[in-house]
């Protein structure tokens, strides 16, 4: 099996996951070639690293976009969010360009609007052009995650997903970490602007090697109306498993998103009293347990399933347990700093299982649909609590030092788990009802 990758197709009674009877399921042949493998995955690798870059930044430089665009608490978070907020209005569209015009052409083009965006970050002076800047990068790297998710439904057997999304969330990862010290360090001998000028030629970059790189998948994509594209959204949006599946990862992915993306930093400062070198350390171990945690919990489920365990299992005593990490954030609690730290970035990754379920659950010409349809939740949700965060942590804030006080964090925070809570109520309460269902079918 050297050099090749070995696809298993026996599905089991009893697991979410069938061989859908569609054209692009009887095209997914057998094993890979390892340099087809490596052809589709490592540009969309390097585009959902970039998308990390872009989303976890601003936790480290938030002291320099504060002080040089004189930014309070409520314009940092918004300026932060508006990367998720544009993330989100593209998600429903997106997932009717991907099922329509394939992933590799979508994301070649729109990470040409990220570098676009990069580099008006880079001029801009104030708020209103960091906010233009901003939004063109989360249209431009919106798309990364999901374009990939829908490659690796073409490519790839049902079984494999968690595994091979995983992979792919673990250069996210990597992503997050190269914004925690390695920025900081580079922050010692250049500025932010430079950094989003390099950022935006390295985008340039990765949607070259998108466009030349990746393999066009043998049965090209339906060329089916805006109809029948909406149609099949309104068939997502009524299935009950999407509405058992969706909420939780909404408000355990978006306020993860939110927290990691930028409030973790100021809270390490102001509730831990870090400095900021420190404060970079810290994140980088969040970063590392997050990669850790994308790696080892998708192959965790692929393995768990092949004894029984379902995928769904498996993701709901993830997002119980992180939930309780935030939990404990949100209490204040500082002993033991490391460890809950690395536990929050590594039970994180629990939640990006859904994607998984939701690829297993609908037929292949709806995958990307589905996915960026609970992208679009999960982006809202993740733009909500990291601008709301901000307009809570207002009142606490002390206007000459850009800090805030702790019982605003506990109470911004707070608020975000009673939310993660109920969700996950709903996970575990709704399992009959959403089950019973069958997967929904694409419409003819």
Known sequence: MAGRLAVPVVARKG??????????????????????????FLPFAAGYYLSYVYRAVNAVIASNLAADAGLSASDLGFLTSVYFLSFAVLQLPLGVLLDRYGPRRVEAVLLLFAAAGSAVFAAAEGLPGLSVGRALIGVGVSCCMMAAFKAFVLWFRPRQLPAINGFLLTFGALGAISATAPVEWLL????????????????????????????????PPEKTTLRTQLGGLAEIF????????????????????????????????????????????????????????FFSIGLLAERLSRVGIRTVTVAGVGMSCYVTAMACLAAGLTSGLPVLLAAFGFLAASGTLSYALLSQHFPSQLAGRANTAQNLLVFVAAFGAQWLIGVVLLPWENALTHHY????????????????????????????????????????
Do not use: K
């Open 15 to 40: 697991d979410l996951v069938s061989e859908h009877s569609d054209a692009a399921a009887a095209a997914r042949p057998n094993n890979l070639r390892l340099g087809i493998v490596l052809r589709i």
């Open 188 to 219: 010692t001998w250049t500025d932010w602007r430079m950094l989003f000028a390099g950022l935006a030629a390295f985008g340039l970059i990765v949607a070259i090697a998108v466009y030349w790189v990746v393999p066009e998948h043998p049965v």
């Open 238 to 293: 009524r299935d009950r498993f999407f509405w058992r599946v969706a909420p939780v990862a909404a408000v355990c992915q978006g306020g993860g998103l939110a927290i990691q993306g930028l409030w973790i930093g100021p809270w390490l400062r102001d509730v831990a009293g870090l400095e900021r070198s420190a404060v970079a350390g810290h994140l980088l171990i969040t970063a590392t347990a997050l990669g850790v945690g």
């Open 405 to 444: 006080a702790a019982a605003g964090y506990h109470v911004a925070f707070g608020g975000l788990v009673a939310l993660q809570a109920g969700a996950l109520t709903w996970f575990f309460l709704s399992a009959r009802w959403a089950d019973r269902m069958p997967p929904a079918r694409a419409p003819a």
